[in-house]
């Protein structure tokens, strides 16, 4: 067994360099493991050997060019302080939070993302349940499986998307598809972000009660830091107010779950379509017998066309690092906002098949 052990601990034996794999990105657990293949570097898999990961980087110190990580693998200060030659950083997500980049920064390593790979998926998935929790169509297909239209007669009306006021909470590179999305539906749209755009049409509120009072609904789309945790809370829902609807498929925690979950039973709110939850993959048992939650297993980040998308610009990031040219998706680590310590959560799915687990995922720095 001690063999065997040493063996697992050992890197491949050829000149290729080495990328670090702290956790198997989701990836692997779908297409596996030869998903990010390159003739040019060659993976070196934390999670297959027996060592304890300090023990583990402490024999590799010295091999380690780059890590590959994903909202589900956290590196951490004391990570990179263990790997002198370092020089990269990639992830699998958009979102950076799971990644101490002020060590980065201050170690001079590069940091690459997924860019703007997965906004176009998480739009269609934000209009969607929009779409559904407004027209109640998921409520109305367990309505016909049931057997409930023959002998209880029509189901109750659901109201209309086209010419609502929507607001979307981070203005980012999803935030603006779905604006584009919606103006399609003759939507008002208005926003909240961490600054106003000037090259945008839409109203800008400042405060996002402000914004929550003037709105049918609300999208949200930002990053999780310190400042967006329960960013939603009591007072927005208030504002909000009873034929509101709340969309969120950016980050559990940016929603006072326990608020919402009371606003929603006591129909203070009138709907919810919800792809993340605080603490994933357990979602409130209350939510499970309303029709008016429309929910999805974190799922709106990503679709198969997108990783595709994904594999190329990952494997693109590693050989651009290692030919000494520029990277394709740089993230910019001079001007970040101060992103939440609170321990990470996954992807869109573990490494032990398609269930959820918690994330502050998917998707990403998007405000």
Sequence with gaps: MAVAAENQSQ????????????KPPAAFSIFGDHFFHSPKFQFLKAFESPLPLSQFLLTHAQSVQAILTSASGSVTADTIRLLPHLGLVVTTSQGINHIDCSECRRRGIAVAGAG????????????????????????????VKQGLWSSQGNYPLGNKLGGKQVGIV???????????????????????????????PY???????ELAVHCDALIICCALTDETHHLIGKEVLSALGKD??????????????????????????RGAGLDVFEHEPDVPVELLALDNVVMSPHNAVCTTESLEELRKTVV???EAFFSNEPLLTPVPLDDLPHLSGVPPESESFNDRGMNPIPSYKLQGYIS
């Design 116 to 143: 703007t790979i997965f906004s176009t998926d998480c739009a269609d998935s934000a209009v969607g349940l929009l779409l559904d929790v407004l027209r109640k169509v998921s409520a109305a297909n367990r309505y």
């Design 244 to 269: 509101g609807v709340i969309i969120n498929i950016a980050r559990g925690p940016i929603i006072d779950e326990k608020e919402l979950v009371q606003c929603l039973i006591k129909r203070e709110i």
């Design 170 to 200: 981070g203005l980012g590179s999803i935030g603006t598809e779905v604006a584009k999305r919606l103006e399609a539906f003759s939507c008002s749209i208005s926003y909240n972000s961490r600054s106003k755009k000037p090259s945008v």
């Design 11 to 22: 890197p491949p034996q050829n000149d290729l360099p080495y990328v670090l794999i702290l």
């Design 316 to 318: 693109g990031n590693f």
């Design 203 to 209: 109203t800008f509120y400042p405060n996002v009660v």
